[in-house]
C-alpha cells in the first residue's frame, strides 16, 4: 500500500516537472540554434590578380581579418575574401571595391553601407615574398607570414598584429590591441595605444612605445650602429639583449625599479648619500655597456625595468 502511494506521488510530481524540463530544453535548444545563425550567413569571392611590374598590395578592411602568407614565387596575387552577416541582404550592401589599383599597385577596399554594422569580411591573401604591404584594418587582426617586402601594419578600434618571420623593415600600429613580432632581422618601429609590444629575435634597430602596455624584447644582436629606444606609460620594459652588446645606456622609470645583468661602467655623479639618492639609483642609470657604440633608451613612467642577457 505505502509503495503505491509513493509511485503515484512521483507520477504526478513527474506530470509536473516535464514540461517544464522540455520547455528548458526547447529554449536552449532554440538559444544554440539562433547562435548558430547569427555567423550563419556566408559568401566566398576568389579573385587573382597578375603582379608583373607591381611592387605594392595595399589592403584596407573595415571590419575582419586580414592574413597575408607567402606560399609561392608566381607573380600574381591571390585572394580569398570570406563575407559573413547575420541576416543574408547585409552581404549585399558589403563590396570590395579595386577600382582604385595601377600599374604600380593592388588596392582592395572593403565598402561598406552606413547602416550595415552585423556584417564582415576576412581576407586571406597569398602573394610572392618580394612584395610591399599596406596593411589596415578598422577592426580585425592583421597576420602576416614569411614575406620579404616592407610591411606596414595598422590596427584601428580594436585589432592585435601578429607579423611572423618578415625579413624586411616593419611598421605596425595599433591603437587597441597588441603587436608581436617573431623574427626581425631589419628595423622594427612599433606603436600601441592600448596594448603589449613583444618582438623575439631582433637583429636591427627597434623604436617601440606603448602608451599603456608592456614591451618585451629579445635580440640576436644590437649592432654598433643600432639604436633601441622603448618608451611606456604604464608597464614594464623587459629588454634581452646578448653579453657582447656595447652600447650607451640611458634608464629611467618614474616609480619602478631598474635592474641590469650587464655591467654598466657609471657616469660619474656627485651627489649627497640620502634617501633621494638610494630612490634615484634604484631608478636610473646612465652608462656604459662594452664600449658604448649602440645607443639603448628605456623609459617608463609607470613600470619596472629589467635588462636581461639573451639566452639565444
Known amino acids: 500500500m505505502i509503495q503505491s502511494k509513493v509511485q503515484y506521488t512521483l507520477v504526478v510530481v513527474l506530470c509536473m516537472i516535464a514540461p517544464q524540463i522540455f520547455a528548458g530544453k526547447s529554449r536552449i535548444l532554440r538559444a544554440v540554434d539562433s547562435l548558430f545563425k ?3 550567413h556566408e559568401e566566398i569571392i576568389q579573385k587573382e590578380y597578375p603582379l608583373k611590374g607591381r611592387k605594392l598590395v595595399h589592403v584596407k578592411n573595415m571590419k575582419g581579418t586580414i592574413t597575408v602568407k607567402s606560399e609561392w614565387n608566381n607573380e600574381t596575387l591571390l585572394m580569398t575574401a570570406t563575407k559573413k552577416s547575420t541576416k543574408p ?4 550592401s558589403l563590396t570590395i571595391d579595386d577600382s582604385k589599383s595601377d600599374k604600380n599597385s593592388i588596392k582592395i577596399e572593403t565598402i561598406c553601407a ?3 554594422k552585423k556584417a564582415s569580411i576576412d581576407y586571406v591573401l597569398v602573394v610572392p615574398q618580394n612584395i610591399r604591404l599596406e596593411l589596415i584594418s578598422d577592426n580585425g587582426n ?9 610591411i606596414v ?3 584601428g578600434n580594436f585589432g592585435n598584429i601578429e607579423i611572423d618571420n618578415a625579413q624586411n623593415a616593419i611598421y605596425a600600429q595599433a591603437e587597441h590591441g597588441s603587436i608581436l613580432i617573431n623574427r ?4 622594427v618601429k612599433a606603436f600601441s595605444s592600448n596594448g603589449n609590444i613583444t618582438i623575439h629575435n631582433a637583429e636591427k634597430s627597434i623604436i617601440a612605445q606603448a602608451e599603456k602596455g608592456k614591451i618585451d624584447i629579445e635580440c640576436l644582436q644590437v649592432p654598433s650602429t643600432g639604436k633601441l629606444s622603448l618608451n611606456t606609460g604604464s608597464g614594464n620594459i623587459t629588454l ?12 629611467h622609470t618614474e616609480s619602478g625599479t631598474l635592474t641590469c645583468a650587464h655591467y654598466v661602467t657609471v657616469k660619474p655623479l656627485t651627489t649627497q ?7 634615484k639609483f634604484k631608478r636610473e642609470v646612465e652608462g656604459t655597456i662594452g664600449s658604448g657604440e649602440a645607443n639603448i633608451t628605456l623609459h617608463t613612467d609607470k613600470g619596472h625595468i629589467k635588462i636581461l642577457n639573451s639566452t639565444i
Open 153 to 155: 601594419a595598422k590596427t
Open 240 to 251: 634581452r639583449i646578448p653579453e657582447s652588446t656595447s652600447a650607451e645606456l640611458q634608464a
Open 38 to 40: 547569427r555567423s550563419h
Open 114 to 116: 552606413a547602416n550595415n
Open 273 to 279: 648619500l640620502n634617501p633621494s639618492a638610494w630612490t
Open 89 to 92: 541582404e547585409y552581404l549585399d
Open 142 to 150: 592583421i597576420v602576416v607570414k614569411e614575406t620579404n617586402g616592407e
Open 184 to 187: 626581425a632581422p631589419k628595423n
